[in-house]
Every structure is written in C-alpha cells, then in structure tokens.
C-alpha cells in the first residue's frame, strides 16, 4: 500500500492549510495502530508532528499544540491535519505515516507546506 498526502502549498503566516492522507487502496492492507504527521524543514532533522492512535489518543509536538488538529475516518483510512495560525517556522516538508499493528509501518511522499513571514 502507498500513502498520497495532499494540501500543501504556499500560505501567508497566521493562514491555515488543511493536509489529507489517503492510501492507494483501502482493502487487504494489515490494520493501521497510529495514524502520523511528520515534517522535515530545511537542514532539520524530521520530527513528529501530531499522532492519533487507533483508539483516538492524540499527542501533539509542543510548537503545534492550540494551533493543528489531527483527525482521522478508520472507515476511509485517512488522516487530515488542519493547521491554523500558521509560523514561518512551520515550512517544511509534511509526511504522512502509518504504523501498523503487525508489520512495518508505510511513509507517503510528502507534501511541501510554505509559510511566508
């Protein structure tokens, strides 16, 4: 299975961008623990953003919490990520995980989210 993350593009700081995650194919596939954020800004190492268990705890990064909400539909297997009042030092690369209950996990590709100050 293959993970597409979508709803990057260029805002202006304290805007919002909403990112979707969906896999290629939603049958056949092992079950999915934890549905996860991740981003990776320039000469950054890649970090956790938000992460929603299968039973709906949600952990949040301390520089996102009170600004994104991670949210996720078991029955599509997607995840989304609103973030609002967006910083300059939220630009990065977004990637979407999920981890699996048995197995190992799957990574999207990636979608690139700009913040201009």
């Known amino acids: 299975v293959q993970l597409q993350a979508s709803g990057g593009g260029y805002v202006q700081a304290g805007g919002s961008l909403r990112l979707s995650c969906a896999p290629s194919?939603?049958?056949?596939?092992?079950?999915?623990?934890?549905m996860n954020w991740y981003r990776q800004a320039p000469g950054k190492e890649r970090e956790l953003v938000a992460s929603?268990?299968?039973?709906?705890?949600?952990t949040y990064a301390d520089s996102v919490r009170g600004r994104f909400t991670i949210s996720r539909d078991n029955a599509k297997k997607t995840v989304s990520l609103q973030m609002n009042s967006l910083k300059s030092e939220d630009t990065a690369v977004y990637y979407c995980?999920?981890?699996?209950?048995?197995?190992?996990?799957?990574w999207g590709r990636g979608t690139l989210v700009t913040v201009s100050s």
């Open positions: 194919r939603t049958r056949n596939i092992n079950t999915i623990g934890s």
């Open positions: 929603i268990a299968r039973g709906g705890g949600i």
């Open positions: 995980n999920f981890a699996f209950v048995m197995g190992p996990g799957v």
